[in-house]
Nanobody
Framework: QVQLVESGGGLVQPGGSLRLSCTASGITAFSIYDVAWYRQAPGKQRELVAF???????NYADSVKGRFSISRDNAKKTLYLHMNSLKPEDTAAYFCNTKHHFTTGQGFWGQGTQVTVSS
């Protein structure tokens, strides 16, 4: 019954901003979970964009450093990705992922939300 639901994607112009959200259900003690955002563009492998381990600090792929900000609200069981200064190369389906900090494996995935950056 664990589910992750992403929202907030859409079509934006280069230089624009979006905020993605991922809300978890079926999980208690969300603060103990590691969380991450991935993205996948057509014809490309899924790429890790940003993550926060339980009790940790944000980490970012080099391609988004200085532009994206990952954050979490454990009370709301929600993960966010604030995206600024968007570029066409950011166009992809964005997925959230979470797993218990002390559990190995793939964890849980959302269905994804599409971000398209185009003029």
């Amino acid at each position: 019954q664990v589910q992750l639901v992403e929202s907030g994607g859409g079509l934006v112009q280069p230089g624009g901003s979006l905020r993605l959200s991922c809300t978890a259900s079926g999980i208690t003690a969300f603060s103990i979970y590691d969380v991450a955002w991935y993205r996948q563009a057509p014809g490309k492998q899924r790429e890790l964009v940003a993550f926060i381990r339980s009790g940790g600090i944000p980490n970012y792929a080099d391609s988004v450093k200085g532009r994206f900000s990952i954050s979490r609200d454990n009370a709301k069981k929600t993960l966010y990705l604030h995206m600024n200064s968007l570029k066409p190369e950011d166009t992809a389906a964005y997925f959230c992922n979470t797993k218990h900090h002390f559990t190995t494996g793939q964890g849980f995935w959302g269905q994804g939300t599409q971000v398209t950056v185009s003029s």
